[in-house]
Nanobody, 125 residues
């Protein structure tokens, strides 16, 4: 069983930055591919960024490329999402997800086995 706890969300002005963290329990973190998703009311949860278990492979949705950076620290069982140049349309609940025992990240919610509780990110204009 993997437990994921997100932190770092909040209210920020447009153009500002936030760094989300996701701390994972258990000894299997380095075996898991990880992803950050976001969701707004009435919309499906979408993948924002993902990272393979070694950290060498990453994915970004087009709307955040060049602004967001996903990284992981396997020694700390933590994955990060650095968000720069934030826009009001980035406002959402952000979720951390783990794909257990996989070196390859998925791009769909069904590809992930464990989820955090979510953290709210609000960007004002």
């Amino acid at each position: 069983q993997v437990q994921l706890v997100e932190s770092g969300g909040g209210l920020v002005q447009g153009g500002g930055s936030l760094r989300l963290s996701c701390a994972a329990s258990g000894r299997t973190f380095r075996s898991n591919a990880m992803g950050w998703f976001r969701q707004t009311p009435g919309k499906e949860r979408e993948l924002v960024a993902a990272i393979g278990r070694s950290g060498s492979n990453t994915y970004y949705v087009a709307s955040v490329k060049g602004r967001f950076t996903i990284s992981r620290d396997n020694a700390k069982n933590t994955v990060y999402l650095q968000m720069n140049s934030l826009k009001p349309e980035d406002t959402a609940v952000y979720y951390c997800a783990a794909r257990s025992y996989s070196s390859v990240f998925g791009t769909a919610t069904r590809d992930y086995d464990y989820w955090g509780q979510g953290t709210q990110v609000t960007v004002s204009s």
